[in-house]
């Protein structure tokens, strides 16, 4: 073992002389904009929604199927626990006032960032968490019962499937060199499928919020 020890410390000194030994050289670059490229690119102001649904789409792919895989393993980690008897929830009424106040806030921001993330700074996954964030402040507020009444009846967690699957599908289309013209920079229907994206990834984030919150609720008797 003090062998293997002296072999790292070896190798971290040489790599660490090598960083210091090596030129650092100056990258010529150009004399262009990366942000102007990416928005006419894009077709749209906003340059990280562009960078993320457009020019490294493939990665945003898989960080959509990422969270999925997250929904589906707390599920499958929980399923085999007894659930919880007693329940924690906010009690008194000021709190479940500004509780409420809240996610009605929260749920009007993530309307706001889904539909016009691809115009200012925000976006799909911006608009799920705040989404989810108001989910939360509602659960912790009201019947556990009611919710799970409520995730039933608007089908929810078939919702959140549905989104994911069209998500993939427009998404390889884009990536095959299809794309819906850009329209006016700047003007609400814009960028082409980017802000179908964003409203896709918003449902998505936002729906398997809830399932984990009602998990947790469930088997936890707490977030």
Not at 139 to 160: D, F, G, L, P
Not at 170 to 175: H, N, P, S, Y
Request: overall charge neutral; aromatic content about 10%; glycine content about 10%.
């Amino acid at each position: 073992m003090k062998s293997v020890k002296w072999v790292y410390i070896a190798a971290g000194m040489l790599l660490y002389f090598i960083l210091v030994i090596m030129p650092n050289e100056k990258w010529q670059l150009p004399d262009i904009s990366i942000v102007d490229t990416v928005v006419k690119d894009s077709g749209i102001p906003n340059a990280v929604t562009g960078i993320i649904l457009r020019n490294r789409l493939y990665d945003t792919i898989f960080e959509v199927v990422v969270f999925t895989i997250a929904v589906m393993g707390a599920r499958f980690l929980l399923a085999d626990e007894r659930p919880f008897c007693t329940i924690y929830q906010f009690t008194d009424q000021p709190s479940i006032v500004l509780a409420r106040l809240g996610a009605t806030i929260c749920s009007l921001v993530g309307i706001e960032l889904a539909i016009r993330g691809h115009l200012s700074p925000g976006g799909g996954f911006a608009a799920g968490v705040a989404g989810g964030t108001a989910i939360g402040l509602v659960a912790i507020t009201s019947s556990t019962e009611w919710m799970q009444a409520i995730y039933k009846r608007w089908n929810a967690a078939t919702w959140e499937k549905i989104s994911v699957l069209v998500f993939i599908l427009l998404a390889v289309i884009t990536l095959t060199g299809i794309e819906l013209p850009h329209g006016d920079l700047g003007a609400l229907f814009s960028g082409g499928v980017i802000p179908v994206l964003n409203i896709l990834v918003a449902i998505k984030v936002a729906l398997g919020s809830w399932a984990v919150i009602l998990l947790f609720i469930h088997y936890r008797g707490l977030l």
